[in-house]
């Protein structure tokens, strides 16, 4: 159970895993997590996950690239013209975030999810689109580590945690996971974490487990 961001939070102050980060920026084998933010036309960093991403970037100083507000504004400059819409993805590169070289901003709509209705996704939504698309960018550039929400989603309210909707759309998900890393063959993609919310019911923990189980064959 966690969050993305604690997944970039936990090796951000332990040396020996920012020392690693900084020797894979130029090598195979970069490490990745994608960071579901609430949808907005600002794309600053307080809309893109909050406060909370804000501090994180600038608890380091970033050497490398751009630092992330300058690379946003880069996207900015992208959208231009265009509507953001529930589904667009793009990604930041950083050096400053411990054993995490690339974030994956994928972009919702809150609103959809707040009943169980909203939870459903057809495997030709706008997000499994862009999940496709992070997971071919991944293969793309020998991105093998991957962490993400399993349910591509912001934490849900806690009365919806139980719901069959949470498991169907955990299906989903390993679906098109699967069907990807089939078709990929000899795939780059070594390790990858699933997140869910610590307030996720046993009884839920178990029914995605099982799904996983079902989904990929677990030695």
Request: proline content about 5%; charged content about 20%.
């Amino acid at each position: 159970p966690g969050h993305v961001l604690d997944v970039m939070r936990s090796a951000l102050h332990l040396k020996a895993e920012r020392v690693r980060g900084l020797q894979s920026l130029y090598c195979k084998g970069l490490s990745a997590v994608v960071l579901v933010s609430p949808l907005s036309q600002k794309l600053d960093m307080a809309s893109t996950a909050g406060s909370a991403w804000s501090e994180l970037c600038a608890s380091s100083t970033e050497f490398h690239f751009e630092d992330a507000a300058e690379q946003l504004e880069e996207v900015r400059r992208s959208f231009a013209g265009t509507d953001v819409v529930a589904g667009d993805m793009f990604l930041t590169r950083h050096s400053n975030l411990g054993s995490t070289q690339v974030v994956f901003h994928l972009l919702v709509d809150p609103k959809m999810l707040a009943d169980e209705d909203g939870l459903e996704l057809s495997l030709e939504s706008p997000l499994i689109v862009s999940f496709r698309k992070i997971l071919a960018v991944c293969v793309q550039y020998d991105i093998s580590a991957l962490s993400f929400p399993l349910l591509l989603s912001t934490p849900l309210p806690e009365q919806l945690l139980p719901a069959a909707a949470c498991a169907r759309r955990c299906a989903a998900v390993m679906k098109v996971l699967k069907s990807f890393l089939l078709m990929s063959g000899d795939t780059c993609l070594e390790s990858l974490r699933f997140l869910i919310s610590p307030a996720t019911p046993p009884a839920m923990v178990g029914k995605f487990e099982e799904i996983l189980r079902s989904s990929f064959t677990i030695q």
